[in-house]
């Protein structure tokens, strides 16, 4: 059976991490803030703080929102955000206790609808959480648009957290997604491109939401400045900060990541190519200007159970991946009309794309998929 998801591990991560067990030095160190330096690099810019996982990141993100813009805490305040995701991008708000407005899905991107973002802030908007689906990039040109336009009506300008979950290495225009001014997030976790086997990291919009988050991600407490003298936190924190063990896992595989982005773009291409036109089976938008990191290849099909049967018969992992957030019962309070979403929901459907996935491979897939179901 071809995976759809396997683990890109380099040969060099076992001996990395070896040494950092055998330093005596485990927790966070050195090798964080090497492995930060190296994060900074590749993104362009030197605002980053990581943490032991995006869930942690998006909890982080959102706790800090409530003095980002300045207008402190409120009971009523809303976080405008997507449906199609995976939960950690949603139950994070419910766990900072900030209320849940659903936006619809853009059927072609699978991303947030952007005009029906624009018709939902107001006045109770605390955050936007957007969600780059599959590695393909937001219209973050839109989105400034629609910032703009609430601000001139509604006098405040929300702040945006985005959900890089999916995106190492997707870019907009050239320029690596989550480097927009706004606060993104990104996963380390097992399967995605670049592997810490559990970790993420914040890119922040400026140096004092950067100091603050190094701050309340392992407890509010200064590491260096405590080892001089007693410390006295201001505010308090919590215990998300990676480690050594996970940041020499990341170092060893940073260009492994590069290798993964850049066989996934390959695979998609081809899949592009082989699968556009077919009647049961519809491709979603691509745009020069928005380069996914295709951490998923997403399809829309006729009759997913028989084609995911169908496609199992022919030896070919495929999933949804992630269901619709907005149907779980822990949400029914916040039930919206979402008819982009209904469009696609029970249609969507991935396929194996990952360096994993030989030229023989990807052939025998698009023969699946060609093939009746
Ligand atoms: C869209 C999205 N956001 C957030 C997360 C959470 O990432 P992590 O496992 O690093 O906490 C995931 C995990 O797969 C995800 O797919």
Request: hydrophobic share 45%; proline share 6%; charged share 25%.
């Amino acid at each position: 059976m071809i995976p759809l998801f396997k683990v890109n591990m380099s040969e060099q991560a076992p001996a990395a991490v070896a040494e950092v067990l055998a330093s005596g030095q485990i927790g966070q160190g050195p090798k964080v803030v090497e492995f930060e330096e190296r994060l900074a690099e590749r993104l362009g810019s030197h605002r980053v703080a990581t943490v032991n996982s995006a869930t942690s990141g998006l909890h982080l993100a959102l706790h800090m929102v409530d003095t980002a813009d300045g207008r402190g805490p409120d009971p009523d305040a809303e976080v405008l955000t997507t449906p199609l995701t995976m939960e950690a991008t949603n139950w994070t708000i419910l766990a900072n206790r900030l209320r849940i407005r659903w936006v619809d899905t853009d059927p072609g991107t699978l991303n947030m609808d952007l005009d029906d973002l624009a018709r939902k802030i107001g006045p109770k908007t605390r955050a936007i959480v957007v969600v780059h689906l599959f590695g393909y990039p937001i219209d973050y040109e839109r989105l400034d648009k629609v910032l703009d336009d609430a601000e001139a009506s509604h006098g405040f300008r929300p702040v945006v957290i985005e959900d890089c979950a999916h995106a190492w290495g997707a870019t907009y225009r050239g320029t690596p997604v989550g480097t927009r001014g706004n606060i993104a997030v990104f996963s380390f976790q097992a399967v995605k491109h670049l592997v810490c086997g559990d970790g993420g990291a914040l890119v922040l919009p400026d140096d004092a939401l950067l100091q603050r988050a190094r701050l309340l991600r392992w407890f509010g407490i200064e590491r260096e400045a405590r080892l001089a003298k007693p410390p006295d936190v201001a505010e308090w924190g919590f215990k998300f900060h990676l480690t050594d063990i996970n940041a020499a896992m990341g170092l060893a595989n940073l260009d492994e990541a590069d290798a993964a982005v850049a066989a996934c773009r390959a695979n998609a291409a081809f899949y592009d190519r082989e699968l556009s036109g077919l009647e049961r089976v519809e491709l979603t938008d691509r745009s020069p200007d928005h380069v996914s990191s295709y951490w998923a290849y997403p399809l829309l099909v006729a009759d997913r159970p028989a084609f995911i049967r169908h496609m199992t018969d022919a030896g070919v992992m495929t999933s949804v991946v992630h269901r619709r957030n907005d149907l779980h019962s822990c949400v029914s309070e916040f039930t919206a009309p979402l008819p982009g979403l209904d469009a696609v929901a029970e249609r969507l459907v991935c396929l194996p794309v990952g360096p994993w996935v030989t030229e023989a491979q990807r052939e025998q897939i698009v023969t699946a998929v060609r093939a009746p179901w």
